[in-house]
């Protein structure tokens, strides 16, 4: 695999960088994990390719498989999506991270108004791409 994206996020800074990059992920509901034993929350999906934006060989851009999880996660919240609707596809459209008096507050919010929230301690995420790139169907646009 060329050039595959593996960052890893220990702050506010280094989560907004990861939101960045992972906008416009198609996430299938099916691909997201909440293991409350482990305190670990996760998800696959298919990431847009905004940092070869301007690179770009392809006229719609490129999509890639990506894992992204967070460790230490206390509590999840859902909101919006239904677990059991498991081939319904959702888009990314960011994460934040809102500091609290226990930790952190995590929210990442959906197109379609969904969202998760999560609570943990401390911020510990990773975003790894897993695979070769392909061309996208189209190039996601924002209202």
Do not use: C
């Not at 994990?33 to 934006?53: I, M």
């Amino acid at each position: 695999m060329s050039n595959p994206m593996k960052l890893i996020a220990q702050s506010e800074e280094d989560l907004a960088v990861i939101s960045t990059l992972l906008q416009d992920t198609a996430v299938r509901i099916g691909d997201i994990a909440w293991l409350p034993a482990d305190q670990r929350f996760a998800f696959v999906g298919n990431r847009y390719r905004w940092e070869k934006k301007k690179m770009f060989r392809k006229p719609k851009g490129e999509r890639i498989r990506t894992a992204f999880h967070l460790n230490g996660i206390t509590a999840a919240q859902l909101h919006g999506l239904n677990l059991s609707d498991s081939d319904t596809v959702l888009d990314l459209l960011n994460i934040e991270a809102h500091e609290t008096e226990k930790g952190y507050s995590l929210l990442l919010n959906f197109s379609g108004g969904a969202a998760i929230r999560l609570q943990t301690e401390a911020i510990d995420a990773i975003a790894t791409d897993l695979s070769e790139s392909w061309e996208a169907i189209a190039r996601p646009s924002h209202d």
